[in-house]
């Protein structure tokens, strides 16, 4: 049974999710001055206008700004709108976890750094490699030959913890719920650690802050039988999130990845766009939870 059901699991639930490189970080890392150049001539742009993009539904008008990325402005009076959560490349289709997974574990790991792949590899293999990694004998992690990213501290998962946090308000309203444990091998979610992904680089200096990997099943599948749980695996740079502001947010971010909303938002004041300007849920995250978690799912985690 359990060959049937690993067949049907899609692995394609992996979202890239930058993070600007600050002067301070160019400073550890010689040989980037491409890069730093870069940057400041962003900086000393002129305003500029961008296409404009849209997830569906009438076209919106392009924007004004210095933007490092595209990105979108809500026309006044809309910012509690939702904007749509689903899985693009499972057509927008929608994913969340079930009741019956709750509380959802969490897993933060002691800066643990998963064997190096190229970026584009991460999303085939790391929920798989984990899970594997669990199963051998001993204590977890033991003999897996981990390494430490650089520049972890314990302070730094007090700071994911406290992005993760972020969403707690969600609990009292039924959505969800979740919990912090010490066991690996009881978690749902589980956070690793990476000095930079490889190979991650966009132009303009644009580097990928944080990674969050996890496999679906279809919601009907995942009710007839029981399915093995590979962790939703979640990694974070350490070496882009160098200020605890930076590490907060953007581990707020890869969680609500982990929570389901797959895609990210279209608008830079939202917490889910993919170079966000802002560090905290906005109105239009928490209608797009609460639309999430009150649907439907055609997958689930
Ligand atoms: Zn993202």
């Known amino acids: 049974?359990?060959?049937?059901?690993?067949?049907?699991?899609?692995?394609?639930?992996?979202?890239?999710?930058?993070?600007?490189?600050?002067?301070?970080?160019?400073?550890?890392?010689?040989?980037?001055?491409?890069?730093?150049?870069?940057?400041?001539?962003v900086r000393k742009l002129q305003r500029a206008t961008f296409q404009s993009f849209?997830?569906?539904g009438e076209p919106l008008e392009p924007v004004g700004g210095v933007h490092l990325a595209p990105g979108l402005e809500r026309r006044p009076g809309t910012g509690g709108q939702v904007y749509n959560p689903g899985e693009p490349s499972l057509n927008m289709a929608?994913?969340?976890?079930?009741?019956?997974?709750?509380?959802?574990?969490?897993?933060?790991?002691?800066?643990?750094?998963?064997?190096?792949?190229p970026f584009s590899e991460l999303q085939k293999v790391r929920p798989d490699e984990v899970f594997e990694m669990l199963r051998q004998p001993g204590a977890p992690f033991e003999n897996c030959g981990l390494t430490q990213a650089r520049e972890w501290t314990e302070d730094v998962n007090y700071q994911v913890a406290a992005g993760i946090e972020q969403?707690?308000?969600?609990?009292?309203?039924?959505l969800f719920s979740f919990g912090f444990t010490d066991d690996p091998r009881q978690a749902h979610i589980m956070v690793f650690f990476v000095d930079s992904f490889k190979d991650s680089t966009?132009?303009?200096g644009i580097m990928v802050g944080g990674n969050t990997c996890a496999q679906l099943y279809p919601y009907d599948v995942a009710q007839r039988v029981n399915i093995a749980q590979k962790?939703?695996?979640?990694?974070?740079?350490?070496l882009v999130n160098?200020?605890?502001?930076?590490?907060?947010?953007?581990?707020?971010?890869e969680f609500g990845h982990a929570l389901g909303i797959k895609a990210h938002s279209p608008y830079r004041d939202d917490i889910m766009h993919e170079n966000r300007v802002v560090d905290y849920l906005?109105?239009?995250?928490?209608?797009?939870?609460?639309?999430?978690?009150k649907s439907k799912p055609a997958y689930v985690m």
């Open 231 to 238: 962790p939703v695996v979640i990694e974070m740079s350490t």
């Open 282 to 293: 906005s109105p239009a995250d928490k209608a797009t939870i609460r639309a999430l978690y």
């Open 54 to 56: 849209s997830s569906g």
């Open 94 to 117: 929608l994913c969340r976890w079930e009741p019956k997974k709750m509380p959802l574990k969490i897993w933060i790991s002691p800066g643990l750094q998963l064997p190096e792949k």
């Open 202 to 204: 966009s132009p303009g």
């Open 167 to 174: 969403w707690r308000e969600f609990e009292k309203e039924g």
């Open 242 to 253: 160098r200020s605890p502001e930076k590490m907060i947010a953007a581990s707020c971010h």
């Open 1 to 41: 049974m359990r060959r049937a059901i690993e067949g049907l699991k899609i692995n394609c639930s992996a979202l890239a999710c930058l993070g600007i490189l600050s002067g301070a970080f160019l400073g550890f890392l010689p040989g980037e001055g491409a890069q730093a150049q870069q940057i400041g001539q």
